[in-house]
């Protein structure tokens, strides 16, 4: 069936509605996801309409529940009371959805004589409503992003290619890019705040347990909180505390990656490298190759990453705490050792 599409229905939704429910979106729907790989079930009746069933759940009747696919497109002709979400997949509705309709590497469809109850929002794909004016409510709010489709398509119809990646040219030169940019953002941090990393760095040395234990109750609470935040203050301080939320979780890995790189390097030149041994540069680019590499290992690196933002996390919370430090003679932010 081919779907002729030419009006356009506003798509962007700057205001603090639109923030709040991307908040919650991009919170959600990794529970989802995770439910959806877990039980391998896709709610709907799969049916011929024009593309073959393994490809399609066609849903008819009158649907109580939310309808979820995974890898397929939902093709909706009867009338759903809740909403529609598709991962990797489009969602085509023909009847009527009262909620919200969502599809993650896929693109979302409004038939004429068609009706969307709720709100739209489509990550990696596109919002195609009929020729005629869409049926939709007026106070509902389309979001749509249109890049990375294809990826986020893939992504969302194999879950498990994530934790394997392909060594292919591309990716290999993507890896060796990530660790030039790590590397030059080491050496700007390093060179702007050279007491703060040298401080970070001797903390970690001294009470690595301690930070780790501090980064992973700050990730609980922090999670918990914005969580809390959206669901039981007023609208526009949710958006703000979640934003804030974000803010924190951005400083802190930056903060964090540079000090656990400073002192990986540091660590690797003393018991490894002979040579560069006061080298403030070959420690950064030591502690950036040794953690690029562990994070693009396969199935290991979603631990590695983990480990990464709690002890980043940890860091940037004991930060206003002093440890007893000195710099030695070189002169070097990683230079240090205890009173």
């Not at 639109?18 to 908040?23: F, M, N, P, Y």
């Not at 409004?110 to 969307?116: F, K, L, P, Y």
């Not at 934003?243 to 000090?259: I, K, P, T």
């Not at 070189?330 to 230079?335: E, K, M, Q, R, Y």
């Amino acid at each position: 069936m081919t779907v002729s599409c030419s009006y356009q229905f506003p798509t962007i939704d700057l205001s603090f509605k639109a923030i709040r429910q991307l908040l919650d979106f991009c919170l959600l729907s990794r529970l989802l996801l995770a439910v959806l790989m877990l039980s391998g079930v896709v709610y709907g009746q799969a049916a011929s309409c024009g593309e073959t069933t393994a490809d399609v759940v066609f849903v008819d009747g009158v649907t109580d529940s939310t309808v979820f696919g995974l890898g397929k497109t939902i093709r909706i002709t009867g009338t759903v009371k809740q909403g529609a979400m598709a991962f990797g997949g489009d969602v085509i509705v023909e009847g009527t959805v009262e909620g919200d309709v969502a599809a993650v590497g896929g693109s979302v469809t409004q038939c004429d004589g068609s009706r969307i109850g709720g709100d739209v929002i489509v990550l990696g794909g596109v919002y195609r409503p009929g020729e005629k004016p869409p049926n939709r409510n007026p106070s509902s709010m389309t979001m749509m992003y249109a890049g990375y489709q294809q990826q986020l398509r893939d992504i969302m119809q194999n879950p498990t290619g994530l934790l394997k990646p392909r060594w292919t040219p591309s990716y290999v030169g993507t890896r060796i890019l990530v660790v030039l940019f790590w590397f030059l953002v080491c050496l700007g941090v390093t060179a702007a705040m050279p007491g703060t990393i040298s401080r970070g760095v001797t903390r970690l040395q001294l009470t690595s347990l301690r930070v780790a234990v501090i980064g992973v109750v700050g990730a609980v609470v922090v999670s918990g909180g914005v969580f809390l935040c959206l669901w039981a203050l007023p609208e526009t301080l949710g958006v703000f505390v979640g934003l804030l939320a974000l803010l924190l979780l951005f400083v802190a890995g930056l903060f964090g990656r540079v000090v656990l790189y400073a002192a990986t390097g540091r660590w690797l030149q003393r018991k490894y490298v002979p040579f560069g041994r006061n080298s403030e540069a070959v420690a950064l680019l030591l502690g950036t190759v040794f953690w690029v590499v562990l994070t693009s290992l396969p199935y290991v690196w979603p631990f590695i990453v983990s480990f990464i933002l709690v002890i980043s996390l940890g860091l940037a919370l004991t930060a206003p705490y002093r440890v007893g430090w000195q710099k030695s003679i070189v002169g070097s932010p990683l230079n240090t050792h205890v009173k």
